[in-house]
């Protein structure tokens, strides 16, 4: 077993998941993926890696209103497949992954309820409005009322994008980096399905498609990228950790999926919402909200 592959210190499976918060794969696998972590609790360790889908580097487009459009109907098509909200209209591409990016990891040092809202805000601004929060103050203003987020300690550590030596902009980095050393069974992969999830060929190389998992234990790794069953995931898991306890019985009760997730799409709902849920209706399908967050959410106010 290589160094790369050998099993993590503490819980002896590691989850590492490739994303970006402006990516429609990654938004329409929440649910799959939320059902994953419930299922492995803490017997397993979670890392997130952020990709950073658009790069600062990139040229801008010479027609930003096509540009829109365009990405805004591949969204359409993705959302087809998943189930998941999107926008009536992409009013702009995401000039870059960076800048929430960053919040995002800032906010994991404030715990994981905390980073969980954070990126879920983060994906609403653009999978559910239409506005993607790719700059400070559009991050301000998508991640007001999110309950036990210090918003001030968060701007420091995470928006000086130009630091290139703060320490959350090192990890995003490293991030990056990691993201464009994909594990060699996904490039050139092929299969079947919308998204099988091969690594994209980019000027530099390779990077992984959003969103992959990594499963590492003590019987190796596991790499189980694209759009995937939580079936899929699972036997991944026990592929590599053969002792993993077994996974609970029975659906989650709605009311509590609400109370903790505070914002929920048709895919986790089954049976439909749970009474007091409000609904932002989307051309893709409902996000329901519990009433703590719609009574705060930037979704349900003016723009």
Same mark, same amino acid.
């Given at each position: ?22 990516? @429609? ?5 929440? %649910?799959? *993926? ?17 990709? /950073? ?10 027609? @930003? ?33 960076? %800048?929430?990016? *960053? ?35 559009? /991050? ?55 998204? @099988?999830?091969?690594?994209?060929? /980019? ?7 959003? %969103? ?31 002792? *993993? ?23 986790? *709902?089954?049976?439909?919402? @749970? ?29």
């Amino acid at each position: 077993m290589t160094g790369r592959d050998a099993a993590p210190a503490g819980p002896a499976l590691e989850v590492v998941e490739f994303t970006d918060p402006f990516c @429609p794969w990654a938004w329409g696998s929440e %649910p799959v *993926l939320r059902a994953l972590r419930r299922a492995l609790g803490g017997g397993a360790a979670h890392r997130r890696v952020f990709g /950073i889908l658009f790069d600062e580097d990139e040229e801008p487009a010479p027609d @930003p209103a096509a540009e829109a459009a365009w990405y805004g109907e591949f969204v359409t098509r993705v959302s087809a497949h998943t189930g998941a909200p999107r926008p009536a209209r992409l009013h702009w591409v995401a000039a870059s992954s960076w %800048p929430a990016s *960053l919040a995002a990891a800032a906010a994991e040092a404030q715990g994981p309820r905390v980073a969980e809202r954070v990126l879920r805000r983060l994906r609403e601004s653009m999978f559910v409005r239409g506005e993607p929060a790719d700059t400070p103050e559009r /991050i301000a203003a998508a991640l007001r009322g999110v309950p036990g987020l210090d918003a001030a300690a968060l701007a420091v550590a995470a928006l000086a994008v130009a630091a290139a030596s703060a320490p959350v902009r090192e990890r995003v980095a490293r991030d990056r980096a990691e993201t464009r050393a994909p594990r060699p069974e996904v490039v050139g992969l092929r299969g079947a399905g919308p998204h @099988p999830g091969g690594a994209k060929e /980019i000027a530099a190389g390779h990077r992984y498609a959003l %969103p992959t998992l990594l499963f590492r234990g003590p019987a190796g790794c596991r790499v189980v990228p694209g759009w995937r069953s939580a079936a899929e995931y699972l036997a991944a898991a026990r592929a590599v950790c053969p002792r *993993l306890p077994a996974v609970p019985d029975g659906r989650p009760d709605p009311a509590e999926l609400l109370r903790r997730h505070r914002s929920l799409t048709a895919p986790e *709902l089954p049976d439909g919402p @749970p009474p007091g849920a409000v609904a932002v209706d989307t051309p893709g399908g409902p996000l329901h909200l519990s009433p703590e967050e719609a009574a705060v959410s930037p979704l349900l106010s003016a723009s």
